[in-house]
């Protein structure tokens, strides 16, 4: 993970880096300095993190590489519970007419997501079990990851956690530590043609994905979340 240039624009023109209005009260971290900062704030209790960014960012990418991290450290000391285990099933999406916006704002269960948040923070049970997205299969497997108590670093992370926006602000209270994910929209482009197109879709539906909901998502992502306490830039 490279640094954040720092500069605040809104810029959604092609090659323009994804960022709102409030990078700059943003502190600029690099992958090692954010891992230890997480690791000093979980020797009491447990500690959240989210991580937020536009579709295709890399968020999981920096999820997945602190927690092996931490892990290096502790084994078993932290894990994820991703926020794409909340998407709303297809089904349900058909029936609100939703299903050509999958991954907006509007079709996920921001409650449920809040409500494991909630219990996750507070570490009252022996082990909880989260959600997991299934992309093959296009669907939310119930309780595919389990986190017990002895976890104590959670690395939640998504495209909404910090919208500024109800329901997602009601997120905001049960973060201890926040990071922004910002990526060029050249780049965002290139990954997730290459992600579809790994799904065997045709060039023309591939657009419509791309160009008609993920980057539009992005750029509804970095107008409307509040600042992070840290920034990153997704490498190139």
């Known amino acids: 993970m490279a640094l954040i240039d720092g500069e605040a624009a809104h810029n959604h023109e092609r090659g323009a880096v994804l960022r709102s209005a409030v990078v700059t009260e943003m502190k600029k971290i690099d992958l090692k300095s954010l891992a230890a900062f997480i690791a000093g704030q979980g020797t009491s209790r447990r500690s959240v993190t989210a ?121 905001r209270a049960m973060f201890d530590i926040t ?12 990954r997730l043609t290459v992600r579809w197109r790994g799904y065997a879709l045709s060039p023309t539906e591939i657009k419509a994905k791309v160009e008609g909901n993920d980057l539009p998502n992005g750029r509804f992502v970095t107008s409307n979340s509040i600042p992070a306490q840290f920034s990153v830039e997704a490498d190139a």
């Open 51 to 171: 991580i937020a960014g536009a579709p295709g960012s890399g968020k999981s990418t920096l999820a997945e590489h602190l927690v092996f991290r931490l892990n290096e450290v502790a084994l078993g000391s932290a894990a994820v519970p991703p926020m794409d285990g909340y998407h709303f099933d297809n089904s349900v999406l058909i029936q609100r007419g939703l299903r050509a916006r999958k991954g907006a704002p509007e079709t996920f269960d921001v409650a449920g997501l809040l409500h494991i948040l909630d219990r996750l923070k507070n570490n009252e049970d022996d082990e909880i079990a989260v959600p997991v997205f299934d992309r093959d299969l296009e669907i939310s497997r119930a309780g595919a990851r389990m986190i017990p108590r002895a976890v104590r670093f959670i690395i939640v992370e998504g495209n909404y956690l910090l919208l500024a926006q109800p329901p997602w602000s009601h997120l």
């Open 179 to 190: 990071v922004l994910v910002a990526a060029s929209e050249e780049v965002l482009r290139q």
